[in-house]
């Protein structure tokens, strides 16, 4: 399994920053064949750089301050190696579209050989950080990310009935797999496709009006500007209620305005 499983082809002029992971070019370039690709690494040869179209060569200095400009950030050891792994998790997150999504990978803390390892009184971390798939989580839940997706890695065929015995939960053979991918999305699939249908102006309207409904901010005289918007915009019932669902805070409200406008 690898990586680049998590992309789909795409002929858009998407774009996509390569963090020190030349060796997925080529894919991409087959995958993604009218994106546009930076990629940050220290030294390339002319090779590499002819399949990019742009190289920066300080992976600090030269990130981006711009929001919301890469589609994909493919970071395959931000997790395993330097000890500023949460600051750049941060950094890509500020630099992903609505709709983007980074992609890394970590060795597996609960992988048995680890835990033979550790049963024998030896630990060799080779200076690659290990995390269990639960840490990842609730790290990349702090950095704001919405919907995280993973898919094994390097597994190995090996018995895991010992450590089963011991308590070892496998759920989905995790404990003889040695790496996890990771995708992790800025937003949810559901905000995700709401956010693609109508322009920023016209969502950020549509929100403003729903919050002063919910909290009687001239109520009346919001449902009909909310209700022209809706005429004027083309905004069908099904993507009204989603976006209800999504901006309106109390349930009591989303209910009511939901059937007020909808039903």
């Known amino acids: ?9 795409n002929f858009l002029p998407i774009t996509v920053l390569l963090v020190e992971a030349e060796e997925f070019l080529s894919g991409l370039r087959e995958i993604l064949p009218a994106a546009r690709i930076a990629l940050l690494k220290k030294e390339s ?14 992976l600090i200095d030269e990130l981006p301050t711009a929001p919301k400009i890469f589609d994909i950030i493919l970071a395959r050891d931000v997790l395993t190696v ?35 390892r550790l049963r024998q009184g030896r630990f060799i971390n080779n200076e690659q950080r290990l995390w269990a798939k639960a840490d990842v989580v609730k790290l990349l839940d702090e950095a704001i990310y919405k919907e995280i997706h993973f898919l094994p890695g390097e597994r190995k065929n090996i018995s895991s009935d010992d450590w089963k015995r011991f308590g070892f939960d496998d759920f989905n053979e995790d404990l003889t797999t040695i790496t996890w991918l990771v995708q992790a999305c800025k937003c949810t699939a559901e905000v995700t496709a ?10 950020a309207e549509l929100s403003r009006l729903l919050h002063r409904i919910e909290y009687d901010i001239d109520a009346e005289e919001n449902f009909q500007r909310l209700k022209n918007l809706c005429e004027r915009e083309g905004i069908f ?27």
């Open 1 to 9: 399994m690898s990586i680049l499983n998590f992309v789909p082809p």
């Open 45 to 58: 040869s002319p090779e590499v750089k002819s399949l990019c179209d742009e190289f920066k060569a300080d």
């Open 82 to 116: 330097g000890e500023n792994f949460y600051a750049m998790l941060m950094a890509f997150n500020h630099l992903l579209t609505d709709s983007g999504y980074l992609l890394t990978q970590f060795y597996n803390v609960r992988f048995v050989g680890v835990l033979e």
């Open 194 to 203: 709401l956010k693609d249908v109508f322009t920023p102006n016209v969502r």
């Open 237 to 263: 019932d099904d993507y009204l209620s989603d976006f209800i669902n999504q901006v309106v805070v109390h349930a009591a409200a989303r209910d009511s305005i939901r059937n007020r406008l909808i039903n």
